[in-house]
């Protein structure tokens, strides 16, 4: 069971619109942080996820384990948030 969604964005990423997109379409919640907006997390992402890339997204589960997905990946993606 999901308790929490967190998505890494930036500005000019698509692959952060089609990671929201899917979200909606699926009735999923989560939270937005832009890092063009909040620089300061970008460690943060990096930590989590070793990418400098964006979309990082940080699914957090009830158990609070913490499943991070890098990019725009469906195949584990959908797994995550089911």
């Known amino acids: 069971m999901v308790k929490n969604i967190t998505i890494f964005t930036t500005n000019t990423c698509g692959y ?3 990671v929201k997109t899917y979200l909606k379409a699926k ?6 942080v832009n ?3 909040t620089p300061a997390r ?3 992402a990096h930590r989590l996820s070793g990418a400098l890339t964006v979309p990082v997204t940080v699914v957090t589960k009830t158990d609070d384990s ?3 997905i890098v990019g725009y990946n ?9």
């Open 16 to 18: 952060c619109q089609m």
């Open 27 to 32: 009735g999923m919640g989560y939270d937005e």
């Open 35 to 37: 890092l063009d907006q």
């Open 42 to 44: 970008r460690e943060e």
């Open 66 to 68: 913490q499943e991070v």
């Open 74 to 82: 469906l195949a584990k993606l959908v797994p995550a948030v089911s």
